[in-house]
């Protein structure tokens, strides 16, 4: 293979040093472009555990088009709140939801200080190791339990409480961090859209202090962009210091019919992205595509009993039923774990 | 007065080109530059109706210490979280609340579809030109008056209820529209904050949604960042169509103890800067400042009777007496708005 020919160097001495000159010039100019300009260079694929297909496809399509300036889909930037529901879609919730596991790991904890427990349900099917049992008292037993587990110290008392929790948990099926549970092509997707001009936003049944204590370094997502299940909060001075206290009274349930209604109290502007993965999620994902302009609603189906798990409509913990009829009609998108994706978790890499 | 003496011109015609290809690519590089570092421009007084005083020179050393990197009170960008109150600090309160004004103008409007209301309390006071005898009954009878007309519609026909009388109405003194009546020296400060990357929030006793209808454009503060009193809605299907309509139930009075609950139920952070007028921000200002870092407390003091009222502890709206005693112990900086402003309202500029 031959060479490119080299240029014949012609002109004074004048001309070289100009020469010279320009090629200093012309290397500050191309810094500054690359200073100023860094995402003109072509950007690697921004979705690599998504497998190329239709369902890919679908979703860079919608960011390109409502990002195209100019565009009839075009969305401003303030717009583009794209709303992710937490336990199953942006990590796992099997066997059961992991703000459940740190309730029954606290009351363990908790018990020598509660001898009374042992007598007591829910308490004491969780200390006989029977944390199913403790959870077919329904609701009224969910409420004993969150109540002892998560109210009467300060916020930032929980907060703490729950990072440690954190990082000691481990998963009962993979050994692994309860943070680590988390999927892969979903935290890409969540930095494509911020990389696109978008908030993204936690939208969860869960607890939103719960979710607080993660979202930031786990997700990507601050704190003021958590909704989730909420506690009333008291503020009082403790020892002369300003704290707010959980109280075991509801302010809101963030799940159903609760998760439009968060979204309209602490966003206040209707969502054209959202995704979710169960009967939870119907009506945000429903609040979110009515919006008269262009709209995105994802549904992830757990499809994949070998990577993680396949559940839906008979499953107690994230039931999909009717938001997985209503999705054709709908134009929801609907994911297939073991179809969509490449990776689930990012231990598989 | 004698010209520069031009550059004699020597060279051949190639080198006089290559001058020209040089020209060229110095004003790229310049545009360039200018493109690419706005910043680097020494920047104009960012606080210009703030006399050059001691107030103004705490709030530019606060902002500078925090900002600069390295620095032993440097905070990063994500705890820059700033609180502002908003009747009568960024905007005016007198002779009432604005929204009062809002809601007195809806009875009046709505009244030919309530013939009962002449015989009704506070209505038939307020149907009789009394709105102040009208609000003798309290809180009884504020809470009716905020049911008629803040509740039962979704919340967007309320919001486009809100811009359209602020399109229309005007201030029985200054004869300007109500979002005329913001401070210019505080919407200077808004901006300084948010230039020096602080999220800018209001944090106020007004209900969320008449603030949400007018803050962007008004403060440039997104719905996100808006928390006020809050009102629950319910999620219907209104034809079909998902809405979402607000009901009589109070979901967070944001006064007083209320403020800090807001700010940690909505922003799920501790501020590092609050401001405030009245008593009704004491515990903000309080929350705020008892952080471990830096952080600053304002509260405006209304002095000008001239400009604007002079009122403090003996004013039934926007009472100040509680918060300005305990600022010099607490280290809040109190503005003087006869002695620190050059300017009040955009408009006598």
Redesign the interface.
């Known amino acids: 293979m031959r060479g490119f020919p080299l240029r014949k160097v012609r ?2 001495g ?2 070289m040093r ?2 010279y ?2 090629s200093g ?2 290397s ?2 191309v810094t ?2 690359l ?2 300009c860094p995402v003109a260079v072509k950007a690697a694929d921004p979705l690599p555990s998504w497998k190329d297909n239709g369902t890919k496809d679908a979703i860079m399509e919608f960011v390109a088009k409502v990002t195209r300036e100019g565009g009839k889909d075009y969305l401003p930037p ?1 717009q583009r ?1 794209a709303t992710f529901d937490n336990d199953g879609t942006l990590w796992a919730e099997k066997p059961i939801y992991f703000q459940l596991v740190y309730a029954v790991d606290k009351v363990r904890e908790m018990a020598p200080e509660h001898p009374e427990w042992k007598d007591q349900e829910p308490f004491a099917s969780i200390l006989k190791g029977d944390p199913q049992k403790a959870l077919e008292g329904g609701k009224p037993a969910l409420m004993k339990l969150m109540a002892a587990t998560h109210t009467g110290m300060t ?1 930032e008392e929980f907060r703490s409480s729950v990072s440690e929790w954190l990082e000691t948990a481990r998963h009962p099926k993979t050994k692994k961090r309860y943070t680590e549970m988390v999927y892969q092509p979903m935290l890409e997707l969540l930095r494509h859209l911020r990389a696109n001009g978008f ?1 993204t936003y936690i939208v969860s049944g869960g607890g ?2 719960f979710l ?1 204590a993660f979202s ?1 370094e786990t997700y990507g997502i ?3 962009q ?1 909704v989730g299940s ?1 506690l ?4 009082e001075l403790r020892d002369g ?2 704290v ?1 206290v959980k109280q075991a009274e509801v ?2 349930i963030d799940d159903k ?2 998760k ?2 968060g979204i ?6 209707r969502p054209v992205f959202a995704a979710g993965n169960s009967d939870g999620d119907l ?1 945000m994902l ?2 979110t595509t ?1 919006g008269a302009g262009p709209s995105f609603g994802l549904l992830l189906h757990h499809t994949d009993s070998g990577r993680e798990w396949a559940y839906d409509r008979h499953s107690a913990v994230g039931r999909l039923d009717k938001a997985l009829k209503q999705a054709p009609e709908k134009g929801w998108t609907v994911v297939d774990m073991q179809d969509d994706w490449r990776v689930v978790f990012p231990f598989e890499k």
Do not use: F, H, N, S
């Open positions: 002109g004074t004048v001309l100009m020469r000159k320009l010039l012309l500050l100019v500054l472009v200073v100023a303030e709140i916020g908030k939103i202090d607080r930031e601050p704190p003021e958590v909420t009333k909060a008291g503020y210091t300003p707010l302010a809101l019919e609760g439009p209604v309209y109290q602490y966003i206040g502007r009506q429903e609040y009515a």
